[in-house]
């Protein structure tokens, strides 16, 4: 039997979520996404998962939308929405991570990108390598940020930034997040398995009213329109793939050259 694209492992009342395709920098495809969405759904009906940590196996997080998997179903029969994808896909997983209302942790293993990255935005807290590096890379291929990056992203770091972030998808290293507020804490590589199950079991050990509340409480007061939003995203999405800008982003990634569009 292959070994599942979604490890699950427990301790202490903390669920540990890993990404588990390392040879594509955990890149989220179809099967992925649903064992994300399927673990989600458990950690929030069980009482004794207290803390969900979200992490990837490899030298990455996850470098966003398999971008193959994505071409091979673009090329079906029916064209595809991309959309549908979001609201199938991502959408429902950046709002169980927002609605669960338990601390959900982005430990930061290495890259990450695109919809890999904005996964990490919607958690509640993010630990990082010292060695990790955050890239939009939305722009690279012709779309906007999706999976609630477009409002988790200027909520985090304010609009100047987020500006800057998003259109030129510029790497970050994890100082330099931690410096401008998209991430709360650096840790050397070598020890961020540990550093993060020490993070995660403070919150494990805390009052799970007053963190639901909290959560509840900041959910409401800074991104009341959450689930809207991301509809409204999608559909912007759906507009950026209508271009053929998209296509020749990510073909040019695949055929390893730089890309080149055409003015609007
Ligand atoms: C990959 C990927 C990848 C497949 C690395 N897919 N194989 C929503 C709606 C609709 C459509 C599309 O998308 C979305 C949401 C999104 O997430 S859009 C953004 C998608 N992600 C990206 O555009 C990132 C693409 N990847 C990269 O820019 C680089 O790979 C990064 C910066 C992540 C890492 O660079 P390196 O550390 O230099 O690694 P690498 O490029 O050599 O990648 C290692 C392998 O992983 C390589 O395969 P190979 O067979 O050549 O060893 C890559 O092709 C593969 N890979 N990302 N997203």
């Not at 803390?51 to 990455?60: C, K």
């Not at 890259?111 to 010292?130: F, H, K, N, Q, T």
């Not at 919150?203 to 959910?219: E, G, I």
Request: hydrophobic share 50%.
């Amino acid at each position: 039997m292959s070994e599942s694209v979604l490890e699950a492992s427990e301790s202490g009342g903390i669920l540990t979520l890993t990404f588990n395709r390392p040879e594509k920098l955990n890149a989220l495809n179809d099967a992925l996404t649903v064992e994300l969405i399927d673990a989600l759904r458990g950690a929030e009906q069980r009482s004794d998962v207290r803390v969900v940590v979200l992490r990837g196996a490899g030298r990455g997080f996850s470098a966003g939308q398999d971008l193959e998997a994505f071409v091979s179903l673009s090329a079906g029969p029916e064209r595809l929405s991309v959309a549908e994808h979001l609201r199938r896909g991502y959408n429902v997983v950046a709002t169980q991570i927002r609605t669960l209302e338990k601390p959900v942790i982005a430990s930061l293993n290495g890259i990450a990108a695109g919809v890999g990255l904005s996964l990490a935005l919607a958690c509640d807290l993010r630990i990082a390598a010292d060695d990790a590096v955050l890239t939009l890379g939305f722009s690279k291929i012709g779309l906007i940020p999706d999976g609630g990056g477009s409002l988790m992203l200027p909520a985090l770091v304010g609009l100047g930034r987020a500006f800057e972030l998003a259109w030129t998808s510029d790497k970050l290293g994890a100082e330099e997040a931690l410096r401008i507020g998209l991430i709360n804490k650096v840790v050397p590589a070598a020890t961020l398995a540990d550093e993060t199950q020490a993070y995660a079991a403070r919150f494990a050990a805390a009052s799970p009213v007053a963190l639901a509340l909290t959560k509840r409480a900041f959910n409401r007061a800074v991104i009341p329109h959450f689930a809207e939003w991301l509809e409204e995203e999608a559909v912007l999405q759906e507009e950026a793939a209508a271009g053929p800008d998209l296509l020749e982003g990510v073909r040019a990634f695949m055929e390893k050259r730089r890309p080149a569009y055409a003015a609007r």
